[in-house]
């Protein structure tokens, strides 16, 4: 059975399902080799699907995917399900869509893929611990999860309840991961967890967990993403400011700014200290670009409270910035809260803080007009062979803008310098700098 096996894969959600679907999938090609995965599902004769379940939105798109792949399904072929959404509705998900062949109700990665072995056999396969990842994506950005979980208690949150508390993998794992990604073509690692900054395994921390990677890894670019403000200290500041193989970028989720909001959101902190804290980043970290997340219309919060985070916006000008509306789950302790926002109110807030957001960025972007950057290159744009896409340091895959190319050539995974000579709301624009040669001297002189 396994040497005629082909498999579909879709991996919903934010990338650390995509580094577990990863990680899942090399367990199943090393375990056997002979199976192939195919684009086309229509192809395979297993379906995979690692599912999302954060929110409503996330849920939809779930179901949306499985359903749809129901209805495709033919004869011979099995349809898999595994991730969040599992995970938050358990058993019940059997008799609500029983199209699905099976369930799998785990949460880290090996035993998945475990159990997805001990199907495609068709008998019981030991765990299988694996730090190896079979990149679905492009082979030069990586992302590492470094924890799963989490032990924080935010009201609105269903992380804990779904994927269990924090759990923080051995840096061995870590670095081997990462080794064996840069192997592969990985030039830029990026590490994700549901908090960075509560990392902690047997003594070692956050910062320490980085001079590791620095140190036994030759990934080119590190990136840092979702850095709780209350984690960051003045040695993880310091050593991103040291070193050069840090990407000089932190996404620092703030939420709210409202001290009335930020206890009704179980957010640790107020209006007060994230100011002190963009204070001390900015203070270390002059010409970071810096991200952030907000979530608007949460209960109670008034026109004053949603004042507050406009100004907060409008004096730190981050860089990036991602805006949710509030979303009311059944299971959270949120929805206990009276004093709802009616929806249209809370969309009108989240439609002028991006519009605000838009002018920020572009005044941000148009600073680097006549600047020289390095660059990834990410291969030829979709709309256009006569453009390329890039993606500077300052821009984290999949959530940032573009840096479009339109002279010069390269070859995907390359860091190339860069003059940026236009700048757009998100994107911004320039031409390959040729490298410094005996020639170029020559003829300048």
């Given at each position: 059975?396994a040497?005629?096996?082909?498999i579909?894969?879709t991996s919903?959600?934010?990338?650390k399902?995509?580094?577990?679907?990863?990680?899942?999938?090399?367990v199943l090609?090393?375990?056997?080799?002979?199976i192939?995965?195919?684009k086309?599902?229509?192809n395979?004769?297993?379906?995979?699907?690692n599912?999302c379940?954060?929110?409503e939105?996330?849920v939809?798109?779930?179901?949306?995917?499985?359903?749809?792949?129901?209805?495709e399904?033919?004869?011979?072929?099995?349809?898999?399900v595994?991730?969040?959404?599992?995970?938050?509705?358990?058993?019940?998900?059997?008799?609500?869509?029983?199209e699905?062949?099976?369930?799998?109700?785990?949460?880290e990665p090996?035993?998945?893929a475990?159990?997805?072995?001990?199907?495609?056999?068709?008998?019981t396969a030991?765990?299988?611990?694996?730090?190896?990842?079979?990149?679905?994506?492009?082979?030069?950005q990586?992302?590492?999860?470094?924890?799963?979980?989490?032990s924080?208690?935010?009201?609105?949150?269903?992380?804990?309840k779904?994927?269990?508390?924090?759990?923080?993998?051995?840096?061995k794992?870590?670095v081997?991961?990462?080794?064996?990604a840069?192997?592969?073509?990985?030039?830029?690692i990026?590490?994700?967890?549901?908090?960075?900054?509560?990392?902690?395994?047997?003594?070692?921390?956050?910062?320490?967990?980085?001079?590791?990677i620095?140190?036994?890894?030759d990934?080119?670019w590190?990136?840092?993403?979702?850095l709780?403000?209350?984690?960051i200290?003045?040695?993880?500041?310091?050593?991103?400011?040291k070193?050069?193989?840090?990407?000089?970028?932190?996404?620092?989720?703030?939420q709210?700014?409202?001290?009335?909001?930020?206890k009704?959101?179980?957010?640790?902190?107020?209006?007060?200290?994230l100011n002190?804290?963009l204070?001390?980043?900015?203070?270390?970290?002059?010409?970071?670009s810096?991200r952030?997340?907000v979530?608007?219309?949460?209960?109670?919060?008034?026109?004053?409270?949603?004042?507050?985070?406009v100004?907060?916006?409008?004096?730190?000008?981050?860089?990036?910035?991602?805006c949710?509306?509030?979303?009311?789950?059944?299971?959270?302790?949120?929805?206990?809260?009276?004093?709802?926002?009616?929806?249209?109110?809370?969309?009108?807030?989240?439609?002028?803080?991006?519009?605000?957001?838009?002018?920020?960025?572009r005044?941000?972007n148009?600073d680097f007009i006549?600047?020289?950057?390095?660059?990834?290159i990410?291969?030829?744009?979709?709309?256009?062979e006569?453009?390329?896409?890039?993606?500077?340091?300052?821009?984290?895959?999949?959530?940032?803008?573009?840096?479009?190319?339109?002279?010069?050539?390269?070859?995907e995974?390359s860091?190339?310098?860069?003059?940026?000579?236009?700048?757009?709301?998100?994107?911004?624009v320039g031409?390959?700098?040729?490298?410094?040669?005996?020639t170029?001297?020559?003829?300048?002189?």
């Open positions: 059975m040497e005629s096996l082909k579909h894969v919903l959600g934010c990338p399902n995509l580094a577990d679907t990863e990680r899942i999938l090399a090609k090393e375990a056997l080799p002979d192939s995965f195919e086309d599902h229509k395979a004769s297993i379906f995979l699907v599912t379940a954060f929110i939105d996330a939809q798109e779930s179901i949306d995917r499985i359903l749809e792949l129901c209805q399904k033919g004869k011979g072929q099995h349809l898999v595994f991730g969040c959404m599992p995970l938050r509705y358990g058993l019940q998900l059997e008799k609500l869509i029983p699905v062949d099976r369930f799998i109700f785990h949460v090996d035993r998945i475990s159990e997805i072995l001990g199907l495609l056999c068709r008998k030991p765990l299988v611990p694996s730090h190896k990842r079979l990149v679905t994506g492009k082979p030069w990586v992302f590492v999860k470094i924890s799963d979980g989490c924080n208690r935010c009201t609105y949150c269903l992380i804990p779904i994927r269990g508390g924090l759990r923080c993998r051995s840096p794992d870590i081997k991961e990462i080794n064996e840069v192997s592969l073509g990985a030039v830029e990026t590490l994700v967890a549901q908090d960075l900054t509560a990392y902690q395994y047997e003594g070692i921390d956050l910062p320490a967990l980085i001079r590791l620095l140190k036994e890894t990934c080119r590190l990136r840092l993403m979702y709780y403000p209350e984690g200290d003045q040695e993880l500041l310091e050593l991103v400011a070193e050069d193989r840090i990407c000089n970028y932190l996404d620092v989720p703030i709210h700014t409202s001290d009335r909001v930020l009704r959101m179980g957010r640790p902190g107020n209006g007060a200290k002190r804290k204070e001390t980043i900015r203070s270390f970290l002059p010409d970071a810096l952030t997340t979530m608007v219309g949460f209960p109670g919060e008034e026109d004053k409270d949603y004042r507050t985070l100004d907060f916006i409008k004096r730190w000008r981050f860089h990036h910035l991602g949710f509306v509030y979303s009311d789950e059944q299971e959270a302790y949120s929805r206990l809260f009276k004093d709802k926002v009616a929806k249209e109110v809370a969309i009108a807030r989240k439609e002028e803080l991006m519009e605000i957001q838009k002018g920020i960025s005044a941000i148009r006549g600047k020289e950057i390095d660059v990834l990410q291969g030829y744009c979709e709309e256009s006569l453009l390329l896409c890039a993606r500077s340091r300052f821009q984290a895959p999949e959530i940032d803008g573009i840096t479009y190319i339109n002279q010069g050539n390269s070859t995974g860091i190339e310098r860069v003059k940026i000579t236009q700048a757009f709301d998100y994107d911004i031409k390959i700098v040729p490298p410094i040669t005996q170029n001297l020559a003829a300048k002189g």
